[in-house]
T-cell receptor, first 113, second 119 residues
Framework: TQLLEQSPQFLSIQEGENLTVYCNSS?????LQWYRQEPGEGPVLLVT?????EVKKLKRLTFQFGDARKDSSLHITAAQPGDTGLYLC?????????????FGRGTSLIVHP | KAGVTQTPRYLIKTRGQQVTLSCSPI?????VSWYQQTPGQGLQFLFE???????NKGNFPGRFSGRQFSNSRSEMNVSTLELGDSALYLC??????????????????FGPGTRLTVL
């Protein structure tokens, strides 16, 4: 069972389209992070959301943390080919008395010119 | 300033061998985390070191071990390699670890990874 479920798994769109990817869990998080990973590279942190209901904007990217702090979404407006990559959400999940950094399996996005 | 460096970038080993991977964090960063990334399981946390002490450990067998040196550089070792250990091993550095362990580590900067293939 994946503790952080991301959907959709794959997304192939044309330049200029809008899209939303989701990150869901039954666990409550003190914070969630979103990363983008390009082929041959490590993930790069995009944003950290901390407060339930919080909305953060990073140029054309809008991140939202659910009110109950169990889910998050990433919306991209007018996608560009440079947005292509694997989008990962991550949070610390309790396990055996400690908290383990946990990543979703990601949404693989391809934006065609 | 220089980013996180990992060596080697590619490695091919055979079953039963052992391997040591190296990570040099960003200058001034004292926390180093290791992750394994595979197509099937995604990105999974191995362990985190801060000031030469292992602060946190994921659900991996004891064949996976690590250490951190006084200069914050870190190594991870995998003994008795299995085919399933083939993966991209990523190192991430941050100034500080997660707050009280309930949060993700402070802003993590990932290296490019070491691609390990076990034959």
């Amino acid at each position: 069972t994946q503790l952080l479920e991301q959907s959709p798994q794959f997304l192939s769109i044309q330049e200029g389209e809008n899209l939303t990817v989701y990150c869901n869990s039954s666990s409550v998080f003190s914070s969630l992070q979103w990363y983008r990973q390009e082929p041959g590279e490590g993930p790069v942190l995009l944003v950290t959301v901390v407060t339930g209901g919080e909305v953060k904007k990073l140029k054309r990217l809008t991140f939202q943390f659910g009110d109950a702090r169990k889910d998050s979404s990433l919306h991209i407006t007018a996608a560009q080919p440079g947005d292509t990559g694997l989008y990962l959400c991550a949070g610390a999940i309790g396990s055996g008395g400690s908290y383990i950094p946990t990543f979703g399996r990601g949404t693989s996005l391809i934006v065609h010119p | 300033k220089a980013g996180v460096t990992q060596t080697p970038r590619y490695l091919i080993k055979t079953r039963g061998q052992q391997v040591t991977l190296s990570c040099s964090p960003i200058s001034g960063h004292r926390s180093v985390s290791w992750y394994q990334q595979t197509p099937g399981q995604g990105l999974q946390f191995l362990f985190e070191y801060f000031s030469e002490t292992q602060r946190n450990k994921g659900n991996f067998p004891g064949r996976f071990s690590g250490r951190q040196f006084s200069n914050s550089r870190s190594e991870m070792n995998v003994s008795t390699l299995e085919l399933g250990d083939s993966a991209l091993y990523l190192c991430a550095s941050s100034l500080l670890p997660g707050t009280s362990g309930r949060a993700m580590p402070d802003t993590q900067y990932f290296g490019p990874g070491t691609r390990l293939t076990v034959l």
